[in-house]
T-cell receptor
Framework: AQRVTQPEKLLSVFKGAPVELKCNYS??????LFWYVQYSRQRLQLLLR??SRESIKGFTADLNKGETSFHLKKPFAQEEDSAMYYC????????????????FGQGTILTVHP | DGGITQSPKYLFRKEGQNVTLSCEQN?????MYWYRQDPGQGLRLIYY???????QKGDIAEGYSVSREKKESFPLTVTSAQKNPTAFYLC?????????????FGQGTRLTVV
């Protein structure tokens, strides 16, 4: 069965320090992975997706199929990065349909101190 | 203003009562989802619907019911059978399946049983 694990509930760093939020997944197929972010008093929103290989707000995430990981990284954290971060795995329904669902990890609360 | 709207923002319920949470979207999305967010447990999928008049149970469907009579609407009923209903509920929608489709979230409803 598909599963997403974020081992850290809380992560604290100082401004300017590197930050890495860990995500591991369990899935038998070819994974489609995302990072979502929820800032204080805002909606949960997409941060980035692995297929795009993009950098959003200085964050990057590389899919490592060997380690089944999709860790989120930023070389220099900023105070405005403080938020709840969720790793998510999209997987299709059985039967080869185009429909599916998103499974989320437990989330990591990142706090960046001044 | 396009988007996904949940109402009410806060809801109080007496034990033994059913209560219905509203979710409406004007994004013309086919798929809609209900998640429950609890501290330390992340987002857990309750129900999801890919098309009108069809829906599937998620991981924690017991004590909940849904309907999908219109594309725009996906109400969630929390029944008296739900043992621990106090939580933050999030509704989401996504467009017809394309590769790496993004999910859009509402602002949530906080339900408290008193």
């Amino acid at each position: 069965a598909q599963r997403v694990t974020q081992p850290e509930k809380l992560l604290s760093v100082f401004k300017g320090a590197p930050v890495e939020l860990k995500c591991n997944y369990s899935y038998s197929g070819s994974p489609e992975l995302f990072w979502y972010v929820q800032y204080s008093r805002q909606r949960l929103q997409l941060l980035l997706r692995h297929i795009s290989r993009e950098s959003i707000k200085g964050f990057t995430a590389d899919l490592n199929k060997g380690e089944t990981s999709f860790h989120l990284k930023k070389p220099f954290a900023q105070e405005e990065d403080s938020a709840m971060y969720y790793c998510a795995l999209w997987h299709p329904n059985a039967g080869g349909t185009s429909y599916g669902k998103l499974t989320f990890g437990q989330g990591t609360i990142l706090t960046v101190h001044p | 203003d396009g988007g996904i709207t949940q109402s009410p923002k806060y809801l109080f319920r007496k034990e033994g009562q059913n209560v219905t949470l509203s979710c409406e979207q004007n994004l013309n999305h086919d798929a809609m989802y209900w998640y429950r967010q609890d501290p330390g447990q992340g987002l857990r999928l309750i129900y999801y619907s890919q098309i009108v008049n069809d829906f599937q149970k998620g991981d924690i469907a017991e004590g909940y019911s849904v309907s999908r009579e219109k594309k725009e609407s996906f109400p969630l009923t929390v029944t008296s059978a739900q043992k621990n209903p106090t939580a933050f509920y999030l509704c989401a929608s996504s467009p017809p399946r394309r590769r790496y489709t993004e999910a859009f979230f509402g602002q949530g409803t906080r339900l408290t049983v008193v």
